[in-house]
């Protein structure tokens, strides 16, 4: 499969008002959603989902929504596939390109400041299609130049300094009073939930690294199992991963040749990256927690079934690992 150049979909709306909408929401539930909102001294809104407030299950589905731009929906189900694992987060989207890889992916780094006092967090969320800083947007040839306010995730456990939220104000050229960030620390329930409901987002952003024309993904679904929150770091992240890497299960739904539905299927799960059989954290500990070092191409669902729609026959590749999820979940 080699890589190929997208081309715009004319239908690709902006989704900034749908984010605003649900946003507004978080913060009007926000004392029983366990969430705190304050505003900068320019403005911005910025939502506490795990740093000194709680944040929680409910807060995370929601705010996993919020990610994809207000066309995903996130959901808990009961979990039979693994042993000590109760519930499931299930991922759908009406348009997988524009949730996951225009909205939800993390795609943007932000940094600001040297030394220990840096602040360094990647930033996801409908609002990076304002900014449109990375290069799948120029790719994609899409810029939301309608949005009149601009909604961040950040995976992190500080605030973002006062300089960093005007860089990413003139970035968006707009106000700062128009931005919002979501702050999810890892080591969170409501961060436990957004980092695993990314499992669909995970299978878009492989296919577009393998060369597959993101045209013809027409839509998927996705679940992983909810991994019990961890007080420290690196543990928290290992699971969310694994969740992910051992216990995710995508479906995509492609046009195009039934052999090259296949093939994509062939390539898509974890288990076809030279890196896959070890916990995450595990693995990252012996790359000198250097994310570099890891092949890129493990981070993807453990099964992945891609039907072509012109034939109407399913691909399923990759197996559930039942064993490495329990060493991770410590169970």
Not at 81 to 96: C, H, K, L, N, Q
Not at 106 to 135: H, I, N, Q, V
Not at 200 to 212: D, S, T, Y
Not at 279 to 290: K, N, Q, T, V
Request: hydrophobic share 45%; aromatic share 8%; glycine share 10%.
């Amino acid at each position: 499969m080699t890589p190929t150049t997208a081309t715009r979909r004319p239908d690709w709306p902006s989704l900034a008002a749908r984010a605003d909408q649900l946003a507004r929401a978080l913060e009007a539930e926000a004392p029983w959603l366990g969430l705190a909102v304050r505003r900068t001294e320019a403005g911005a809104t910025l939502i506490d989902a795990g740093i000194a407030a709680r944040g929680g299950l409910e807060a995370g589905r929601r705010i996993a929504e919020l990610c994809m731009g207000g066309i995903g929906w996130v959901g808990f189900a009961s979990e039979s596939r693994f042993a000590g694992v109760s519930f499931r987060i299930e991922v759908r989207t009406a348009d997988p390109v524009l949730a996951c890889l225009l909205s939800q992916y993390a795609g943007w780094s932000l940094s600001w400041g040297e030394g220990k006092s840096a602040f360094r967090a990647m930033a996801s969320g409908p609002g990076r299609a304002r900014a449109a800083k990375e290069p799948l947007f120029a790719e994609l040839g899409f810029r939301d130049d309608e949005a009149q306010s601009a909604w961040f995730v950040l995976e992190t456990e500080r605030e973002p300094p006062e300089a960093l939220i005007a860089k990413v104000a003139a970035d968006c050229d707009l106000p700062p009073s128009a931005l919002g960030f979501v702050l999810t620390p890892t080591t969170s329930l409501a961060g436990t939930v957004q980092i695993v409901a990314r499992v669909l987002e995970v299978a878009l952003h492989k296919a577009h690294a393998l060369g597959f024309p993101l045209e013809r993904i027409k839509d998927g679904l996705g679940s992983a199992p909810l991994p019990p929150p961890a007080p420290d770091f690196l543990t928290a992240m290992g699971r969310t991963n694994d969740a992910v890497l051992f216990g995710g299960e995508v479906q995509l739904f492609v046009d195009g040749p039934e052999e090259e539905a296949a093939e994509l299927a062939r390539k898509l799960p974890s288990s076809a990256s030279r890196d896959y059989g070890r916990p995450f954290a595990e693995l990252f500990a012996e790359a000198g927690y250097d994310f570099y070092k890891i092949d890129p191409m493990l981070f993807s669902p453990a099964r992945v079934t891609v039907t072509a729609l012109a034939s109407g026959r399913s691909f399923t590749v990759g197996s559930l690992a039942p064993e490495l999820l329990a060493r991770s979940f410590g169970s």
